[in-house]
């Protein structure tokens, strides 16, 4: 693949930059320059926060040609908290794990790698919302109600 | 705008043809369609295929199956909407035919696949699909529908093992239909029990990766007579599309284009879905004939494996699916697949269905599907007395 | 001879940390496993286990999230950063900046230095130095650093016990907004090849129990024991200590030999759970001190990078660390996820299966 193909969309892949409707306010991912609630031009990058709940997974057993190195993996369609549904692999879970409703978070992560000398393609991927030990106050903390 | 009649198809038989490239398997079933129909000379011809730029780094099929067949000259265009090319070909052959155009047009649909990888033909398949957000995230085709099996399963709660009658009926129907590919009967046991391509879908929800040609001619209903005892009229050809990404739709599980596409040719053919003898649907994975038995009208939100469990979809139900064998076990040449199911659902309106017969079909409506419901082309065709 | 005042360098702009964040993937081999493997079980390993990156995942990858976290921690808009260096000797690219992907990524490019630091497994700090040099000039309000890696040792080779992954990145910027404030810092290298891998190699090479006295040890201590010289600090004054680690026992000695008690290098001492990360080891260890860390208290950080050289730090933390050091996650969160793999497992995630000849 030519590396200006993944480059263009750098920003979206990257960060999850999507675009706002100047005229409504829906929020767009992927980016699509019209938008499709009130078929007004929509062009002002927009960044999605990448918090989600998965609305349905799976687990693919058999990997198209590229992606035999991660396989089996599982790809995911994620409602993000701002409206959008986006296609994307589930990653850092195993698949007796997910479930519909799972909160996930945007990583960035390698998509593809184009064999030992081609372009490494990253973008995002979704994990499980990363658990937070519960940390006590420490003694000199000022105590809060 | 002209009347357009089907007098002549032709088939090769759906399987692994390791011995036949492109170029003979279009020319076999071309032959076929030409000798059912004894037509002597055609002004078009339309390709549908949509992979053999990828498989056989070979396109400009119009001019290389022309070439091929000896109609030196003659018009020829190869047309692509992904799994729906077929039926996307007959749709452009329909309206030469009924604008005047042309009078003799001859649609051919074939695929040739079984001459790449299993990951090359799944990495060629998600090409149907976004390549920019969906299938650089690894998404495969069956995947797409897995996502959907899923969710249905969730909304609805259903299980799994409730899919198995579209599978079994579509096994049941091939084992007396000589072009299918996998001509033998299937089990619920082996349903449940089948191997895991992508969860909840097994290879016994999805059809096979398959080689095969089938053809059709088509000329004005008026002078079909001439040509064919037994002619079956076009009575309605629609398409619709809908976003190319499962993703971007505002409700993944009802197909609109589906809806769309067969509210059209109702509109068209000026009949209802209660008036359809039998339905050749796009059951390329087991949730898709679900999910178009719901969107076309035949079935209720949600109740699209209901109508399946309560038996309405077998060769004795309420509306017979998949009467030949289906995607599912007749075989999925995914740019043949359209004309494939017009030639059974003709065969059905000539009485030539053999043990797989429906009594009295009269009106057979067939439906190809691209991608995950992007491009829908529903036809409706009728026996001409 | 100089004396010390020359040696110890201070920025003529006061200068602390921002912002921290910290990375480690999910996977932990154990020492037995690999073990059980290469010597029957025979040899007791130097870590309890390694964290392991999965196989979507590269120095890129760990350093984004590293750097995200520490974003969120400093409450800076990434664009007002004008430098992103990353620090590692496993860059993904041999020619291709590991940075330039991290700054577009956390949304720093265009208005942005960026570049890759080698110097084993003091990358990280060197990049620091820098990085303190430039916010102290006034060149910048707000520069990343970032150490990281996904080491691999030989099959079998001592290394491959404790060869981790992860990384931490920092923001250095202005005093008054620190959370934890520069006192000085001092670099202190020698050429000695105790360790190295070459251009095309793929594994390291090292030179045995060299790698000790006149390498690790001749250079950390020396770092220390001159920046403390010229600060006119001792042990006893620093609430924590951390020192690159290559496994246990070498922190613990240097430790001991420099006067600190066990205590003070207990919170940033992790490679018995993570192994060694390398360009990221005393990095995330200092991550985790601050995760823990009280306003007043003063860390002394030191790294070890073979070939060999030690770059050594002092900080004192600020009020600032109670409110932003919960902005992220902390250090012992990434810690205890933790899932556990064997060998065959280990070896397909870091590409000892040959799949392609």
């Known amino acids: 693949m030519h590396p200006a193909r993944a480059w263009r969309g750098r920003s979206q892949r990257y960060r999850l930059e999507g675009e706002i409707c100047e005229g409504c306010g829906a929020r767009l991912f992927p980016p699509r320059d019209i938008c499709p609630e009130c078929q007004r031009p929509a062009r002002t990058p927009y960044p999605l926060s990448g918090r989600g709940e998965v609305y349905s997974y799976t687990v693919v057993y058999e990997p198209p040609a590229g992606y035999e190195e991660q396989a089996p993996y599982i790809v995911a369609l994620i409602r993000l908290e701002e409206g959008p549904l986006v296609s994307a692999m589930l990653t850092d879970v195993g698949p007796e794990e997910v479930y519909i409703g799972m909160p996930v978070e945007m990583v960035t992560r390698v998509l593809h790698r184009q064999g030992e000398h081609g372009v490494i393609a990253y973008g995002y991927k979704f994990r499980p919302v990363l658990r937070r030990t519960v940390m006590l106050p420490s003694p000199s903390a000022p105590v809060t109600a | 705008m002209r009347e357009v009649a089907i007098i002549g198809i032709g088939q090769t038989p759906v399987g692994e043809h390791w011995e036949k490239g492109l170029r003979e398997l279009a020319l076999e079933a071309l032959e076929a369609a030409i000798r059912d129909a004894g037509v002597e000379r055609l002004d078009a011809l339309y390709i549908g295929n949509m992979l053999s730029g990828q498989v056989e780094s070979q396109e400009h099929l119009g001019a290389l199956v022309a070439d091929f067949a000896g109609m030196h000259g003659v018009e020829a265009v190869k047309v692509e909407a992904a799994c729906a090319s077929g039926a996307a070909a007959l749709r452009i052959g329909y309206a030469m035919v009924a604008g005047g155009l042309a009078d003799f047009v001859a649609v051919v649909g074939v695929e040739k696949m079984t001459d790449a990888s299993g990951e090359a033909i799944t990495a060629a398949l998600a090409t149907a699909a976004d390549a920019e957000y969906e299938a650089v995230h690894g998404m495969t085709f069956t995947a797409l529908n897995a996502l959907l099996m899923r969710r249905y399963m969730h909304e ?206 009269r009106l057979g409506m067939t439906q190809n599907i691209g991608g995950t419901g992007a491009t829908v082309i529903t036809h409706i065709l009728e026996a001409m007395d | 001879m100089y004396e010390n005042g020359h040696r110890i360098m201070k920025p003529s702009r006061p200068v602390g940390i921002v912002g921290y964040g910290a990375y480690v993937p999910r996977y932990r ?135 981790g992954a992860g990384g931490a990145a920092f923001i250095l910027g202005p005093a008054e907004e620190s959370l934890a404030i520069l006192e000085g810092s001092l670099s202190y290298v020698t050429d000695t090849p105790d360790f190295w891998r070459r251009a095309h190699a793929r594994y390291p090479e090292h030179g045995g129990r060299f790698t000790g006295e006149p390498a690790y040890f001749h250079h950390i201590v020396e770092a220390a024991r001159q920046l403390m010289e010229a600060l006119g600090t001792r042990p006893e004054d620093y609430t924590y200590a951390v020192f690159h680690q290559p496994n246990v026992k070498f922190p613990q000695k240097a430790a001991k030999m420099l006067g600190f008690r066990p205590e003070q290098i207990q919170t940033g ?42 770059d050594a730090f002092s900080l004192v933390v600020t009020e600032a660390i109670r409110e932003r050091r919960d902005r992220a996650p902390r250090t012992r969160d990434y810690i205890a996820r933790r899932v556990v793999i064997d060998y065959a497992t280990y070896a397909r995630y870091r590409g000892k299966i040959v799949l392609d000849t």
């Not at chain 2, 064998?325 to 697949?337: D, E, F, N, Q, S």
């Not at chain 3, 286990?49 to 350093?63: H, L, Q, R, Y």
């Not at chain 3, 995330?284 to 030690?310: K, N």
């Open chain 2, 156 to 361: 609805y709660g259903y299980r799994r093992e409730d899919f198995a009658p579209f599978s079994i009926n579509a096994h049941r129907n091939a084992v007396h239909n000589p072009c299918a590919m996998l001509r033998f009967p299937i089990t619920a046991e082996a349903f449940a029990s089948a191997r895991m391509i992508a969860d909840p879908i097994t290879l016994l929800d999805a059809s096979p990766v398959c080689d095969g040609a089938a053809a059709v001619i088509l000329c004005p209903a008026d002078q079909a007579r001439a040509f064919q005892e037994r002619p079956v009229r076009i009575r309605a050809s629609a398409v619709a599309t809908d976003t190319v990404a499962l993703h971007d739709r505002r409700d993944p599980l009802w197909l609109e284009a589906v809806a769309l596409s067969a509210y059209r040719a109702f509109q068209q053919a000026g009949v209802r879905p209660e008036d359809v003898d039998f339905f050749e649907l796009h059951d390329a994975f087991t949730i898709m004939a679900a999910l178009s038995l719901e969107a076309s009208g035949f079935a209720p939100r949600g109740r699209g494996v209901a109508m399946a469990l309560e038996g309405a979809i077998f060769r004795d139900g309420r509306l017979p699916i998949a009467t030949m064998g289906g995607l599912k076990a007749r075989g999925h040449p995914v740019g043949a697949t359209g004309i494939y199911q017009v030639v059974e659902a003709v065969l059905q309106l000539r009485g030539q269905a053999g043990p797989n017969q429906i009594p009295n079909a």
């Open chain 3, 29 to 163: 081999l154990p020492g037995v496993e690999i073990s059980r493997l290469w010597t029957g079980g025979a040899e007791p390993p130097p870590v309890r286990e390694k964290a392991v990156p999965g196989p979507d995942e590269d120095v890129v990858t760990m350093s984004i999230e590293a750097a995200r976290n520490a974003l969120a921690r400093a409450g800076i808009a990434a664009n007002r950063l004008r430098a992103v260096w990353v620090g590692s000797e496993s860059h993904p690219y041999a020619v291709k900046p590991s940075a330039t992907i991290v700054a577009e990524a956390i949304g720093a490019t265009p208005h942005v230095q960026a570049g890759d630091w080698e110097f084993a497994c003091k990358a990280g700090t060197e990049a620091m130095q820098a990085a303190i040099g430039f916010v102290g000039s006034g060149m910048a309000d707000y520069a990343m650093a970032i150490g990281a890696d996904t080491a691999q040792g030989r099959p079998g080779d001592a290394l491959e016990y404790t060869a």
């Open chain 3, 269 to 310: 001492l992790l490679v018995d759970e993570i192994g060694n990360t390398y360009a990221g080891s005393c990095l995330i260890g200092l991550t985790a001190i601050l995760d823990e860390a009280r306003p007043g208290d003063r860390i002394l950080a030191v790294s070890f990078g073979s070939g060999a050289g030690s």
